[in-house]
């Protein structure tokens, strides 16, 4: 996982809880909001099914779920919703930075799951909640 995505996360545990939320502010539509937060849910049950199908040593099947469900292969499934229903146009450059970084992060996975090299797939599940807790540590959305 590039050490860019991680930087807001140190930043963001280095404090202690503040009153005030600090993260930087994500103007989206209502309707890209909605979008998010589903997008949002569905990659949690994703990764619980992931780590579902690691736990009972069933790599190459949890590779083909991070593949479809968070990988490269689910990029642009917002791409044919009105622009106002579309939260990645409107999110600052950064923040959509981050999120092409984690579908990276899972085809990485998925890849070296698909290849059975065991090691190097549970070496990079880590890195498919990199992006989330980085972005969600340096963007809100409200």
């Known amino acids: ?11 963001f545990l280095n404090f202690p809880a503040m009153a005030e939320d600090s993260r ?7 309707e890209a909001q909605a979008t998010l937060r589903q997008e949002m849910l569905d990659n949690m049950v994703a990764l619980n099914e992931i780590l579902a199908l690691v736990a009972a040593n069933r790599i190459k099947e949890a590779g083909e779920v991070a593949e479809k469900s968070l990988g490269r292969s689910a990029m642009g499934k917002n ?14 450059p950064t923040m959509h930075e981050i999120g092409r ?9 998925a890849s070296a799951a698909a290849s059975g090299d065991r090691e190097r797939a549970l070496a990079l599940l880590p890195n498919l909640t990199a992006s989330c807790v980085g972005c969600h540590a340096a963007y809100r959305t409200r």
């Open 79 to 92: 791409a044919r919703l009105p622009f106002e229903h579309r939260p990645g146009p409107q999110m600052p």
């Open 24 to 30: 930087q502010l994500a103007r989206l539509t209502q």
């Open 1 to 11: 996982m590039n050490a860019r995505y991680l930087l807001p996360l140190a930043f």
């Open 101 to 109: 970084g984690g579908h990276m992060a899972a085809s990485e996975f």
